[in-house]
């Protein structure tokens, strides 16, 4: 079983920054890939960012490519979104996610195991 708590969303400017955080509870942590996705007013869920349980392995929303980087600490159990380059159409809810290994279909929210409760992240023009 695996626990995830979202923090680090707020307002911001576009053009801004922020790093979004999802501490996970439970020993079997390391051995989950972990994912972002998020969710905008009348929109549905989508992918936005993934990485394996090594680090060895990220994959990026094309949206996002260039401007995110997902990173974790196993050490600390958390996994890092920070956000650059914010633009309005980034806001949404964000949701860190975990799935048992990283394989396929990571793109799609129905093959993650655990769910966090998500944060509000809003950028204004």
């Known amino acids: 079983q695996v626990q995830l708590v979202e923090s680090g969303g707020g307002l911001v400017q576009a053009g801004g920054s922020l790093r979004l955080s999802c501490a996970a509870s439970?020993?079997?942590?390391?051995?989950?890939?972990m994912g972002w996705f998020r969710q905008a007013p009348g929109k549905e869920r989508e992918f936005v960012a993934v990485?394996?349980?090594?680090?060895?392995?990220?994959y990026y929303a094309d949206s996002v490519k260039g401007r995110f980087i997902i990173s974790r600490d196993n050490a600390k159990n958390t996994v890092y979104l920070q956000m650059n380059s914010l633009k309005p159409e980034d806001t949404a809810v964000y949701y860190c996610?975990?799935?048992?290994?990283?394989?396929?279909?990571?793109?799609?929210?129905?093959?993650?195991?655990?769910w966090g409760q998500g944060t509000q992240v809003t950028v204004s023009s």
């Open positions: 439970g020993r079997t942590f390391s051995r989950y890939a």
């Open positions: 996610a975990a799935k048992q290994t990283l394989g396929s279909g990571w793109q799609k929210g129905g093959r993650y195991d655990y």
């Open positions: 990485i394996s349980w090594s680090s060895g392995s990220t």
